[in-house]
């Protein structure tokens, strides 16, 4: 929760209502866990004004995303089969070096993105329900309805942190691709592997994750579902050891 917490000591509050309980579920457990650190829980507070749980995604929040998914698909697709030149060839004039800095900085976010909010995911529930150590009789007793809340809010960060850095990864790298080699179809089979593990990936993430988030969001908490997820989220990250092992060890190369 840190890299969100962190930014936002300076922002202000939001005016919208919201029901106390909601508002507060992470807080309060910030609060159990370290009681001596006021400007974090100041900037939680903020934080959880900013990504309201409780909110579902407006249309226009929803054209936005379907417009930029069907943008990088595109871009990515229609430079596969292109064997003359870059589209937008201006892309081209911008250095390589830079492409190289923006495709290792939103890799890094991209899977330190899912391999993070996977681990807070896997203990989240459990360090919720033991969260009231700090010496309340009640404190530890946690509903269903929160710790469904606390996912839901989980969720809204890993979106805004993993939908920009693997956009900016695939842009990058389709870039360099034809900046080292003229084009995606004459480079290594790493290269175009890397892709194909990608657009496996995005299968898979569309099959489970989004399922599995739209099943807990519309039904609440629940144990066995919770769990499938889990299950979900390890396969992503071996997809996520795949994609790093044909990247840097390059097979046939």
Same mark, same amino acid.
């Given at each position: 929760m840190g890299f969100v917490v962190a930014g936002s000591i300076s922002s202000t509050t939001s005016t919208t209502p919201r029901s106390k309980t909601e508002r507060h579920t992470v807080l309060n457990f910030i609060h159990s866990r370290s009681p001596n650190l006021p400007i974090l829980r100041q900037s939680a507070a903020t934080d959880m004004n900013e990504l309201d749980p409780t909110s579902t995604p407006s249309k226009m929040e929803k054209r936005i995303l379907l417009v930029w998914f069907h943008a990088v698909v595109g871009f990515v697709v229609w430079n596969y089969y292109s064997t003359t030149t870059l589209w937008p060839s201006f892309f081209l004039d911008i250095p390589v070096r830079v492409w190289s800095l923006l495709h290792a900085l939103s890799a890094m976010?991209?899977?330190? /993105?899912?391999?993070?909010?996977?681990?807070?995911?896997?203990?989240?529930?459990?360090?919720?329900?033991?969260?009231?150590?700090? *010496?309340?009789? *009640?404190? /530890?007793?946690?509903?269903?309805?929160?710790?469904?809340?606390?996912?839901?809010?989980?969720?809204?960060?890993?979106?805004?942190?993993?939908?920009?850095?693997?956009?900016?990864?695939?842009?990058? /790298?389709?870039?360099?691709?034809?900046?080292?080699?003229?084009?995606?179809?004459?480079?290594?089979?790493?290269?175009?592997?890397?892709?194909?593990?990608?657009?496996?990936?995005?299968?898979?993430?569309?099959?489970t994750d989004r399922r599995s988030q739209a099943d807990l969001r519309e039904g609440g908490f629940d144990e066995a579902k919770v769990n499938a997820r889990r299950l979900s989220n390890l396969v992503s990250c071996v997809f996520l050891v795949v994609l790093y092992g044909m990247m840097i060890l390059k097979p046939s190369f």
């Open positions: 976010v991209f899977a330190g /993105g899912i391999i993070t909010t996977t681990l807070l995911e896997w203990q989240l529930p459990s360090l919720v329900m033991n969260g009231g150590g700090g *010496g309340g009789g *009640g404190a /530890g007793k946690t509903s269903d309805k929160d710790k469904s809340m606390l996912l839901k809010w989980l969720w809204q960060v890993e979106s805004k942190l993993v939908l920009p850095a693997v956009s900016m990864s695939l842009v990058s /790298g389709v870039v360099q691709a034809f900046d080292n080699y003229t084009s995606l179809r004459a480079a290594p089979p790493h290269i175009k592997g890397a892709l194909h593990v990608m657009a496996l990936f995005a299968i898979w993430w569309a099959w």
